[in-house]
Structure formats: structure tokens, C-alpha cells
């Protein structure tokens, strides 16, 4: 993953386009934070369990109350925290923004590089391509 981070952070440092650059700033952003995540979650895990075998040892069922007190995370986040979820969500679910990004600019590409097929251009006397089913006339008029 940390290779993953590094290579993506050459492509940023190498590009100008700015939408390149949002799309690599999103990829980048999205695994740091997931791999903080998941080694939060580990370390949590870790603890909870040396935290229950401890009450179940010491016979502490106080310490349980304890936990009882503790507030859940606000459910409504803010713009900003929605958006950092999803990025790291996305880079867990293993979607990268960059190579979304990627297969759009290429259809983009194919979609504007045929818009001169056909049509005449100075010193050219090619066709303009009809959507008419007859076929042109060769009879001079």
C-alpha cells in the first residue's frame, strides 16, 4: 500500500492538468486514510480484547459501566467529513479516482477525435456523410 501511495505521489508530482491532479490528490488522500483505518481498527481490536479479558479476570464488571457512558460518534457529518469517508471508502473498496478519471478522458478523446470524419476541408473534396438512405445523384445538372 505504501508503495501504492508513493508511486501515485510521483504521478502527481509530475502532472499540470488540474483535474489529473484532483483525481491523484483523491487516490493518495483515500489510501493514507485507509491505512490509518485499518490500523486504528487492529489496534482497537487488540486493546478491546486485553480490555474484556481483564473484567472477565479481575472480575471488574465497573469498568463495564464505564464503557456504557462513552458517546457514539455524531451520525450527521459534516460536508467535509462525508467526503473523506467516501474517498477512504472508495480507496478500500479499491476505486481509484485516477483511473476513473482515465477511462473518461480517453472516451472523451474518441468522442471528439471523429467529429471531423467526412467533412471537406480546404483543398479536400471528400464527403459529408448523410443520414439519408438514397444514394446522391452522378447525373450533372
Known sequence: MVEDIKALQVKLDATNDEDEQRALEEDVTGKILWLLWCGICAEVDELLLKVVNYIRREGAMSGLL????????????????????????????????????????????????????????????????????????????
Open 66 to 141: 464505564y464503557f456504557s457512558t462513552i458517546k457514539p460518534p455524531s451520525t450527521d457529518p459534516s460536508d467535509d467529513q462525508a467526503h473523506l469517508q467516501r474517498v477512504m471508502y472508495d480507496a478500500g473498496a479499491d476505486i481509484s479516482k485516477y483511473e476513473l478519471w482515465l477511462v473518461a478522458r480517453a472516451r472523451e478523446q474518441v468522442r471528439w477525435s471523429g467529429t471531423n470524419r467526412g467533412t471537406p476541408t480546404l483543398n479536400d473534396q471528400g464527403t459529408t456523410p448523410s443520414t439519408s438512405r438514397q444514394t446522391p445523384s452522378t447525373a450533372a445538372v
